[in-house]
């Protein structure tokens, strides 16, 4: 037959602790829709603070009902056992645990609020959301850590004070790192791009658009969808290149005529003036220029210069398209055509020498 003795002795521990999880279970179940009926509500009426406090503090609610259930549990088994020290151990762990959740929906909070509050990518300054972001959060992180190590009753003071002394063999040992936080820093404080954006590197031969900008680096997105780290310090001693922000997208291409065509090069000129000053996608406030530039070697060169009325890439190439389908059309219609490449080969024959028939039909004879 089972000794139920030890059974009987803690009987009550475990009535007790069973009605506190089954009380936290139920707490959790029912607490849950409540919740999501809030942030619904919350959308509903457009109140984005509102809706940001409750999503992020959502799953922390629940990890401190769990929380306050364990604590609960312990003391129950710390009264039972006449332990005395364990409800030390508890009460410090209940500290730093609410303050753990604290900080975890403080860190939701930081994160959430600029997606609700601008849906579309933080449309007025992402830069801005993003810097603001970052340093809420390091001092979040900071707050907390100190309010933890004071209640473990550690020795802030002395942490410090050896924090000074550690920093500045870490300060020589990690100038890499320092500089690239500096170099975040400026990018934020002078934006010369910005999330989103289409960037390139010449020095190092990058292009791409920006995803993110961390403290220690800056990731692109190539066009091959190959994902770039470039080190934050690089931004402050490179030259980049911010194609997105220029005004105008310039054409520049260069038209052969035929050598034969020199006479009608007057007429084909004014036509091309006419036909580039009158075209509705050039930007007319930059520059544009058809000359007569050069003799080359198979072709009277005639240079087109000028600037497509957009930034977007493909648009500018479908610009540059029309004005040389255009362009082409107006040579052919004076009676000019495009030059070829033209090699020209001379074949000169050797005259035989003297008497060398002679020797040969005697030879032969």
């Given at each position: ?148 190590l004071r209640t473990l009753h550690f020795p802030i003071d002395s942490l410090l004070t050896l924090g000074g002394v550690a920093g500045i063999a ?84 260069t038209l052969p005529v035929r050598y034969s065509d020199v006479e009608r090069l007057p007429a084909i000129l004014a036509e091309l003036r006419a ?32 600037f497509a009325a957009t930034v977007q890439w493909a648009e500018s190439l479908a610009i540059q398209e029309d004005v040389l389908l255009n362009a ?38």
């Amino acid at each position: 037959m089972l000794d139920t003795k030890w059974l009987d002795s803690y009987r009550d521990l475990l009535t007790h602790a069973g009605i506190i999880a089954v009380v936290a279970a139920l707490l959790v179940v029912l607490i849950r829709p409540v919740w999501l009926r809030l942030i619904h509500r919350s959308t509903e009426r457009a109140a984005p603070l509102r809706e940001a406090i409750y999503r992020s503090a959502h799953s922390p609610v629940l990890a401190l009902i769990m929380l306050c259930a364990a604590y609960l549990i312990g003391r129950l088994i710390d009264a039972q056992l006449h332990a005395g020290m364990l409800s030390q151990v508890l009460d410090r762990s209940l500290r730093v645990g609410f303050l753990l959740v604290l900080a975890w929906a403080g860190w939701n909070l930081i994160e959430i609020y600029p997606l609700i509050r601008h849906p579309h990518g933080h449309d007025r300054n992402p830069m801005v959301y993003d810097l603001a972001g970052k340093v809420a959060r390091l001092g979040l992180v900071a707050i907390v850590g100190l309010m933890v190590l004071r209640t473990l009753h550690f020795p802030i003071d002395s942490l410090l004070t050896l924090g000074g002394v550690a920093g500045i063999a870490i300060g020589f040992a990690a100038q890499g790192l320092v500089s690239n936080l500096f170099g975040a820093v400026v990018i934020y404080l002078n934006q010369p791009f910005k999330i989103g954006e289409w960037i390139v590197l010449p020095s190092m031969n990058i292009s791409g658009t920006v995803e993110h900008i961390g403290w220690w680096s800056t990731r692109l997105r190539g066009f091959d969808t190959y994902p770039y780290y470039v080190p934050n310090h690089v931004f402050n001693t490179s030259v980049v290149e911010t194609p997105p922000r220029m005004h105008a997208r310039r054409i520049e291409q260069t038209l052969p005529v035929r050598y034969s065509d020199v006479e009608r090069l007057p007429a084909i000129l004014a036509e091309l003036r006419a036909y580039i000053n009158n075209h509705s996608r050039i930007d007319h406030t930059q520059s544009q220029m058809v000359y007569f530039t050069n003799y080359g070697t198979h072709s009277l060169d005639i240079l087109i210069y000028c600037f497509a009325a957009t930034v977007q890439w493909a648009e500018s190439l479908a610009i540059q398209e029309d004005v040389l389908l255009n362009a082409s059309r107006i040579i052919t219609r004076h009676g000019g055509q495009l030059a070829l490449p033209v090699t020209r080969v001379q074949m000169q024959m050797t005259q035989p020498e003297e008497g060398t028939d002679e020797r040969r039909v005697a030879t032969q004879a």
